[in-house]
């Protein structure tokens, strides 16, 4: 198993992208400690893990809260002696796209791009604080394509107002920690998916733009914003959940220990970086 013996962190880990992740390294023989503001999603993970036979814990922590985060991960280590892996799944506000930059407000410009950083500064510091006393540890952050679409996507199709700075925020705070933990035996990497038809609206799945009969308007907009993603990959399809989520493992893995410093495209092709 590629995380036997390992002790993996998952911040939103009741969540979609975090909950799926988890379960793929507990799967892995990884002891995953989920972390969340909402304990019932984040049982919900454990239970699971439980029932295939893998280990989980539950704590409350919200990943802005610099003193939460602090003492879970002090608490993690007095009880299992390391952290090996820590992965931010964190929503970034992704629902706050939409808005013509001229026409959006301070608030939700700023939100994501606060949120985002500040999530995931406090969780690498926090974890590559106890990397770098035992040289080891991996550190894997999560963007999107929105800071690297092309030039038709930014004219027309996507408005992603603070999102995509979050996102190529959150790129860029990787390959710095990358650099200045790399020496003491600390990887990290960010996992860079495009969107994930699991994740959208019931009914969306499909990747065709075709509106159910009785759909209503947003779930029609949604069919088609997919369908229209889906087109422009070089696969032909978007990422499935469970491709992150062994990506995430592997990544995590001493397999790939020649990774750091990057961002992992799973983009079935949307973009090319």
């Known amino acids: 198993m590629l995380l036997e013996n390992k002790n993996a962190v998952v911040y939103g880990g009741g969540g979609k992208i975090g909950g799926g992740v988890a379960r793929t390294f507990a799967g892995e023989g990884a002891r995953v400690f989920l972390a969340g503001r909402t304990r019932e999603t984040l049982e919900g993970v ?21 003193r939460a985060v602090e003492e879970h991960i002090a608490e993690v280590v007095e009880k299992v002696g390391s952290i090996d892996v820590s992965f931010n799944a964190i929503s970034i506000r ?58 038709r996507d930014r004219r027309w199709f996507h408005r992603t107002g603070g999102f ?27 996992l860079m998916p495009d969107a994930i038809p699991e994740i959208w609206p019931v009914g969306v799945e499909d990747g065709t733009s075709e509106a159910n009969e009785g759909e209503d308007t947003a779930g029609a907009d949604a069919r088609r914003a997919l369908a229209y993603m889906q087109d422009g990959t070089l696969l032909g399809r978007l990422p499935r959940l469970q491709e992150v989520a062994n990506a995430a493992a592997f990544i995590a893995s001493d397999r790939a220990g020649a990774i750091t410093g990057t961002v992992a495209n799973l983009t079935c092709g949307s973009v090319m970086v």
């Open 46 to 66: 454990a239970a699971d893990i439980a029932d295939a036979g893998g280990s989980a814990e539950v704590a409350e922590v919200d990943a802005l809260d610099e």
């Open 94 to 151: 992704g629902d706050l796209q939409g808005t013509p930059l001229i026409e959006m407000t301070t608030e939700d410009f700023a939100l994501p791009i606060k949120v985002g950083t500040t999530a995931h500064f406090l969780t690498a510091r926090a974890a590559g604080r106890r990397m770098v006393e035992r040289g080891s540890g991996v550190i894997l952050s999560l963007s999107t394509p929105a800071a690297a679409l092309s030039a």
């Open 164 to 190: 995509g700075l979050a996102c190529g925020a959150i790129e860029a705070l990787t390959k710095q920690l990358a650099g200045e933990l790399g020496p003491r035996g600390v990887r990290v990497v960010c």
